[in-house]
């Protein structure tokens, strides 16, 4: 009989997660504000998002993410900054909403020796994601040059956070 694997390490609040992609202008402000509506003001949590690039520093998110949050009840209220090596130390988890992205949290956490974060794709949480199917079936698209591809994946993060918070929960002592 195989060994089952180890239970993940518990978490001791507030847990605090990171939500990242390129430019911290759509899809890591959406995903952290339907993490936050998904909370409801759950003090156990800290919540923020970044990007792994700086061409939006001190930008509110791209106003398509932001009518369609507001379309669902969330206002976006982050300002575009850039990860830093302090965040992958200072942070349970830090959740990539690409390979690329991961790829790129990754490379900072070799080049400075961080080691305190859970480094994540989102989707892996995504109930409806096939990555036996396709690898790329893990990636959240980047609906930047896309403007019809807000809506999908406003829901694509919904599903995939709400299983995340599921997971979170269970990890809390």
């Known amino acids: 009989m ?75 209220t982050s300002r575009g900054r850039q990860v830093t090596a302090e965040d992958l130390d200072r942070f349970h988890m830090v959740i990539a909403m690409d390979r690329a992205n991961l790829e790129a949290l990754e490379g900072l956490r070799a080049r400075t020796g961080s080691v305190g974060s859970e480094l994540r794709l989102l989707r892996t949480f995504d109930p409806e994601a096939d990555p036996d199917t396709d690898p790329r079936d893990l990636d959240v698209p980047d609906p930047y040059w896309d403007d019809d591809g807000f809506r999908e994946v406003f829901a694509m993060l919904r599903r995939s956070l709400q299983t995340l918070l599921d997971h979170l929960e269970e990890r809390l002592p």
């Open 2 to 76: 195989p060994d089952s694997p180890a239970p993940p390490t518990p978490f001791s609040p507030p847990v605090s997660v990171l939500f990242v992609c390129l430019g911290n202008i759509c899809r890591s402000p959406m995903a952290e504000g339907i993490f936050l509506d998904l909370l409801d003001g759950d003090p156990r949590f800290e919540v923020d998002s970044a990007g792994t690039g700086s061409w939006h520093v001190g930008e509110r998110p791209d106003p398509r993410a932001r009518a369609v949050a507001e379309e669902n009840g969330i206002v976006l």
